[in-house]
């Protein structure tokens, strides 16, 4: 430690270490995964969404202050929003093959398509929306179809054991020739 004097303490405090625990998320995105946080950008692979979009991109873990969740019930609580805020190109890479005394030379190069995004909102411990609205009709459905098939299988089981035979083929008809035009007609 530095030997300080008054004056050095009051003109730099010391400032405490932040011991608060952040929240953050794992995300998955082109193959990558990404350390994000509220408020801040990435530069990711292009992506499919068009520009001021915002999306959710699927989360490999959470933390919310101490708690790491990690398993897929409490992932499914957890929602990444992100917006795509431009598209852009990385920049420019130049490849320069050559074989001295060979006269053989190969430019090559690229640039790679990018998309900048910022994570607006880490939502840890409420369900996804649109999970949830998908979830409610999958539900009521089975409920609805299970009576319908219990009636239909009281009244034919019998049917249901014989095998369905195909109806045989029906010939098919042969076009009609065309008439053929009068000798006199074909002479002329």
């Known amino acids: 430690m530095l030997p300080s004097c008054g004056r050095c303490v009051a003109a730099f405090p010391l400032q405490p270490f932040d011991r608060r625990p952040s929240v953050f998320a794992v995300i998955s995105l082109g193959g990558k995964q990404y350390r994000v946080q509220k408020g801040e950008y ?8 068009e520009p001021g979009a915002t999306f959710s991109p699927p989360v490999l873990l959470a ?6 969740l990690i398993d897929a019930d409490a992932l499914a ?3 990444v929003t992100a917006r795509v805020d431009e ?19 190969k430019a090559r190069g690229h640039r790679s398509r990018l998309s900048r995004i910022t994570i607006e909102d880490i939502a840890v411990g409420s369900p996804p929306k649109k999970a949830a609205a998908k979830a409610a009709p999958e539900k009521a459905a089975p409920e609805k179809a299970a009576p319908e098939k219990a009636p239909a ?16 083929a029906k010939p098919r008809k042969k076009p009609e020739p065309k008439a053929a035009k009068p000798a006199a007609e074909q002479e002329a």
């Open 42 to 49: 990435l530069t990711v692979d292009r992506l499919a969404h």
């Open 87 to 105: 598209h852009m190109l990385g920049t420019k890479i130049r490849v320069f093959q050559y074989k001295p005394k060979k006269s053989t030379k």
């Open 153 to 168: 299988a009281e009244d034919a089981p019998a049917e249901a054991a014989a095998p369905k035979k195909k109806a045989p």
């Open 77 to 79: 609580k957890v929602t």
């Open 63 to 68: 933390t919310s202050g101490e708690d790491v």
